[in-house]
């Protein structure tokens, strides 16, 4: 039997060796591992305790229907002043720029924040098979009956040095995924 420190080692290990592979899915595995961590980096970033981290957040929906893309998290300060929008890349291939028009469409539509909650609302009442899912999402922004609101809306991207100058000329904030998944596998692995 392995011992917890030796099961995490053989995990990063397995990660690492995997993500080698050209269909490997290296992302949506090494997520939980950041996710675990986005609140001691959105501290470091934005100096603001963090404590709603939503993941798959609905960031733009098709017109005249409900199919939408995601935006990789959606962190909510304490104060609830700061929302960040929050898009990590693993890979310094896979930059969408379709994703960076969303993200500064979100950044510049007034009341960007109470739509999306209004248009995540219609979803929970159409209950059908994604109403639970949709009502839960909403309990996380509607507090007492009171939709948060944000006053300050910002993207961040986590994402390989390999893009830094593309994220950047977008005024995002950029956040060294290379560094942080270091620091993530010593902190598990050594504690």
């Known amino acids: 039997m392995c011992s917890n420190n030796e099961w995490l080692k053989k995990i990063f290990a397995l990660l690492d060796d995997n993500k080698k592979y050209p269909k490997y899915q290296f992302e949506r595995r090494?997520?939980?591992y950041?996710?675990?961590?986005?609140?001691?980096?959105?501290?470091t970033e934005f100096n603001e305790e963090f404590d709603l981290i939503i993941p798959e957040f609905p960031l733009k929906y098709a017109e005249k229907t409900d199919h939408c893309s995601n935006m990789d998290y959606l962190a909510i300060?304490?104060?609830?002043?700061?929302?960040?929008?929050i898009e990590l890349k693993t890979d310094s291939k896979s930059l969408d720029l379709d994703q960076v028009d969303n993200y500064h469409t979100a950044l510049t539509t007034e009341n960007w924040f109470r739509n999306t909650v209004g248009r995540l609302q219609a979803c929970a009442a159409k209950n059908d098979e994604?109403?639970?899912?949709?009502?839960y999402l909403?309990?996380?922004?509607v507090v007492g009956g009171?939709?948060?609101?944000?006053?300050?809306?910002?993207?961040?991207?986590?994402?390989?040095?390999?893009?830094?100058?593309?994220?950047?000329?977008?005024?995002?904030?950029f956040v060294s995924f290379d560094n942080w998944w270091r620091t993530i596998k010593a902190t598990l692995i050594d504690g």
């Open 34 to 43: 950041v996710n675990l961590f986005l609140p001691e980096i959105l501290k």
């Open 138 to 141: 909403l309990s996380k922004l």
């Open 77 to 85: 300060s304490k104060s609830t002043k700061l929302a960040v929008l």
């Open 130 to 135: 994604y109403a639970v899912s949709y009502t």
């Open 30 to 32: 090494a997520d939980i």
């Open 146 to 173: 009171k939709t948060l609101s944000p006053e300050r809306l910002e993207v961040m991207y986590i994402a390989p040095d390999k893009i830094k100058a593309r994220i950047i000329g977008n005024k995002y904030r």
